[in-house]
């Protein structure tokens, strides 16, 4: 039982466009999220998080979205950089509880 | 250090054998995890400390799996009669909380 979903094991995008990775999850519980990014022989690095008393967090190039009624998430990556290429995880807890984590989705970012 | 770090960062068992992981978390950080992550899937939780006491083992597969932190700072993760199924990365993060958890690098166990 997947509770939380990237669809896309894999995405590419020209360098200086806009990166968009999808998140989707079933329980209705889950009141925090986090993106977490990865790189080959690496611990995940903490990206950006968004609790879901909001719809919208920005970080610099990291915007994340929460559509809390749709149970999705997103995160836009703009401008897109060669060193943005990694595995990017999304993940989500229920208060302070244990983090699931979805199957992540590999971003190639085209120079 | 600056960092989680874990050691060894490989391992190779032979299937039945018991096997170590080890873990030092970030000076300071009360919180601790391990995770397991299997090729091609997410990290999957397997246990939480705060200090010394281990307050979540849910996520343990089975009771070949042990883990403990007995001074609050250095966490071992050890695994018993080791199978092919246990093969993975396995992950120690730090926080202050469940959320915003450091992780090391992690340690690629193969089991043969």
């Given at each position: ?14 360098e200086g466009r806009i990166s968009i990775l999808n998140c989707d999850y079933t329980n209705s519980m889950f009141d925090y999220f986090l993106w977490y990014k990865k790189y080959p022989a690496e611990g995940p690095t903490f990206l950006i998080s968004i609790s879901s ?59 | ?112």
């Open positions: 039982d997947q509770q939380v979903k990237q669809n896309s094991p894999s995405l590419s995008v020209q008393i909001k719809d919208k967090n920005e970080d610099g190039r990291f915007t994340v979205f929460l559509n809390k009624s749709a149970k999705h998430l997103s995160l836009h990556i703009v401008p897109s950089q060669p060193g943005d290429s990694a595995v990017y995880f999304c993940a989500a807890s229920v208060g302070n509880e244990k983090l699931t984590f979805g199957t992540g989705t590999r971003l190639t970012i085209i120079p | 250090g600056a960092g989680v770090s874990q050691s060894p960062r490989y391992k190779v068992a032979k299937r039945g054998q018991d096997v170590a992981l080890r873990c030092d978390p970030i000076s300071g950080h009360v919180s601790l995890f391990w995770y397991q992550q299997a090729l091609g899937q997410g990290p999957e939780f397997l246990t939480y400390f705060q200090n010394e006491a281990q307050l979540d083992k849910s996520g343990l597969p089975s009771d070949r799996f042990f883990a403990e932190r007995p001074e609050g700072s250095v966490s071992t993760l050890k695994i018993q009669r080791t199978q092919q199924e246990d093969s993975a990365v396995y992950l120690c993060a730090g926080g202050s909380s469940y959320n915003e958890q450091f992780f090391g690098p992690g340690t690629r166990l193969t089991v043969l």
